[in-house]
T-cell receptor, first 113, second 115 residues
Framework: KNQVEQSPQSLIILEGKNCTLQ??????????LRWYKQDTGRGPVSLTI?????NTKSNGRYTATLDADTKQSSLHITASQLSDSASYIC????????????FGSGTRLLVRP | EAGVAQSPRYKIIEKRQSVAFWCNPI?????LYWYQQILGQGPKLLIQ????????DSQLPKDRFSAERLKGVDSTLKIQPAKLEDSAVYLC?????????????FGSGTRLTVV
């Protein structure tokens, strides 16, 4: 069964600190993996998209890694800011006729001053 | 480039009432999706259109939910009658017809509260 699991469910960090969010997936065949940021009351916004051949991609203070062998991804946030407080959703696209996106449940990050 | 437009942003209704949401996708995006996102969970696909045809509506509660995309552009999602458990954010997304789903973009969503 195609699944995406994220950990932790929630995380509280102090402003300026770094953090890493985890994503494990069992989607096959794999097409790509993306990380979204979702502010409260808003739609998800794409941070990074990685294909099978990419193992790291950065977007400002956000760096995503992908290990296609172990089917794991991580999102590292450097020097966190209050505006980073949001839910971060890992989404995997299946390379089949459905073109479906399989969503994780997200990690809720709270950055405190 | 204009994004995916949704309206209304918020809606509060009583149970057993009906409600409709509207979505206008990015120009040129043939594929349109409606998702339901319950607080603390990831989005759940309700229905996927390609142009004006339904590709997947397997998770749409068809006894109360309906959706249409008559001209292959904008779309409406209706709930009739609403239940308390329908309280959620309803997200619309659109993309090109593309195996890699590049260009996949979400709207800001409609937050529905059923009281």
């Amino acid at each position: 069964k195609n699944q995406v699991e994220q950990s932790p469910q929630s995380l509280i960090i102090l402003e300026g600190k770094n953090c890493t969010l985890q994503c494990n997936y069992t989607v096959s065949p794999f097409s790509n993996l993306r990380w979204y940021k979702q502010d409260t009351g808003r739609g998800p916004v794409s941070l990074t998209i990685m294909t099978f051949s990419e193992n790291t991609k950065s977007n400002g203070r956000y760096t995503a890694t992908l290990d296609a062998d172990t089917k794991q991804s991580s999102l590292h946030i450097t020097a966190s800011q209050l505006s980073d407080s949001a839910s971060y959703i890992c989404v995997v696209s299946a390379r089949d006729s459905s073109y479906k996106l399989i969503f994780g449940s997200g990690t809720r990050l709270l950055v405190r001053p | 480039e204009a994004g995916v437009a949704q309206s209304p942003r918020y809606k509060i209704i009583e149970k057993r009432q009906s409600v409709a949401f509207w979505c206008n996708p990015i120009s040129g995006h043939a594929t349109l999706y409606w998702y339901q996102q319950i607080l603390g969970q990831g989005p759940k696909l309700l229905i996927q259109f390609q142009n004006n045809g339904v590709v997947d509506d397997s998770q749409l509660p068809k006894d109360r939910f309906s959706a249409e995309r008559l001209k292959g552009v904008d779309s409406t999602l209706k709930i009739q009658p609403a239940k308390l458990e329908d309280s959620a954010v309803y997200l619309c997304a659109s993309s090109f017809v593309d195996r890699n789903n590049y260009g996949y973009t979400f709207g800001s969503g409609t937050r529905l509260t059923v009281v």
